[in-house]
């Protein structure tokens, strides 16, 4: 897929790739956008032209992961992206997969137990990630800011990195085995509709979340061990 | 998982192989695709491992001790029919065709042999005793404890939770607990 570049017009871009609309939200970029180029709109919200379409061309090609470049950013810039990615998580994404699922387990037929099951596989899930987010915002974060912070006068670049692979990720698991739970094996009498409106939301939050744990895991880790090296 | 098909190109000209090497990974993923741009070349990587030879026709002729044993694997690329005329039981794909059936030449070579489904194991049915470490997985049972229960070593439960994921498309606890309480292997009652 074609990279996108600071001279093109934005709103030809989100016309393309609908999907990026949650992620200009995220730099607080709002619709109506008019013919304006990548670059202009930018200047006009104060955000780093470089980060923002790194952003969005890692979001859009799931080949595009330019590690060195990424690691360049302040780590305030790829923390304030991820806290903003968990807060659309917890604010849009999960209740639109809950109303979802709601609906399709309500109007679908009653005595169909298979149904009430994929809730609770569903609620364990949220479980999971709110755990993760709460982590995040009261621990995690803080401490990598404050890594960050204490190293502010020395060099960037002497951060000593090496890309470890995480281990796998029981989100994104527990996401995917919900899709296959409800695609493989669901049975019994359900509403077709509903139950694609569930599996697309549900897909949708998938992509998203492997996109914020390629940053996690492959960007701001290795900067957070990297830190902590030179503030022993 | 069925190990990536191993694709030797071995063409003097870049964009050429460039080209064939954009359209299996477009067209026919999983394939891992090794460029070279003479056989000498080839030859100094010392592989010879590779399921399938894409060649100019004279790289084929003068290296026939090769090639010649390797003929089902080896697609040579061709751009006129007379050639093909006089060599019909070696294949060959026309680099003047149109893309749609550069294609379709392509898939007859590459994917009529493969078995038609990506997991080797047809029978998705679980063994009893998968059924078994699956109710104990459920439980909530540790892997060790499985072992010790069922008598088997650490090791083969592990065997088993991997077929037993691979077979069911489902990798977490959580994931194998819904499917053994959806098909009775345990009952939901107590989840």
């Known amino acids: 897929m074609a990279l996108v570049y600071p001279n093109m017009q934005l709103s030809e871009v989100v016309q393309e790739h609908p999907s990026l609309i949650p992620v200009i939200n995220r730099f607080e970029i709002r619709l109506g956008l008019g013919d304006r180029s990548v670059s202009a709109i930018c200047n006009e919200y104060t955000l780093d032209t470089d980060f923002f379409l790194t952003v969005i061309n890692t979001f859009l090609n799931e080949e595009y992961f330019p590690e060195k470049k990424l690691r360049t950013f302040h780590t305030s810039q790829i923390i304030d992206y991820l806290t903003k990615t968990n807060q659309y998580y917890q604010r849009y994404q999960l209740p639109n997969i809950e109303r979802h699922l709601g609906s399709f387990i309500s109007m679908s037929t009653p005595g169909n137990n298979t149904l009430n099951l994929i809730g609770k596989f569903f609620s364990s899930f949220k479980e999971e990630l709110t755990t993760r987010i709460r982590k995040d915002e009261q621990v995690w974060f803080p401490y990598c800011l404050s890594l960050s912070e204490k190293l502010h006068s020395g060099p960037k670049e002497e951060l000593l990195l090496n890309s470890s692979q995480p281990e796998e990720d029981t989100i994104e698991e527990l996401l995917a085995d919900l899709k296959s739970i409800m695609i493989k094996h669901l049975s019994g009498e359900y509403d077709e509709n509903l139950c694609y409106a569930v599996i697309f939301a549900v897909s949708s939050l998938e992509k998203d979340i492997k996109q914020h744990n390629r940053i996690r895991y492959r960007i701001l880790m290795p900067m957070v061990s990297a830190m902590e090296k030179l503030c022993i | ?191």
């Open chain 2, 1 to 191: 998982m069925h190990r990536n098909k191993q694709i030797a190109i071995i063409l003097p000209d870049t964009l050429q192989s460039l080209g064939l090497y954009s359209l299996l990974n477009e067209y026919f993923p999983p394939v891992e695709v090794n460029l070279f741009p003479s056989f000498d070349v080839f030859c100094a990587g010392g592989n010879d491992l590779f399921d399938y030879y894409f060649v100019q026709p004279e790289t084929f002729t003068f290296n026939t001790d090769f090639f010649l044993p390797r003929r089902s694997k080896t697609i040579i690329l061709t751009d006129g029919i007379e050639e093909m005329r006089c060599q019909q039981s070696l294949n060959h794909l026309m680099t003047k065709a149109s893309q749609e059936t550069i294609i379709e030449q392509l898939q007859q070579y590459l994917v009529t042999d493969t078995p038609n489904t990506s997991s080797g194991d047809n029978n998705k049915e679980l063994s009893s005793r998968e059924t078994d470490v699956l109710q104990l997985i459920a439980y909530g049972i540790t892997n060790k404890e499985i072992a010790d229960k069922l008598n088997i070593s650490l090791n083969t439960v592990l065997t088993h939770r991997k077929n037993i994921t691979a077979k069911l498309g489902i990798k977490t606890v959580s994931g194998l607990t819904f499917y053994a309480i959806m098909n009775g292997i345990v009952s939901g009652e107590e989840f």
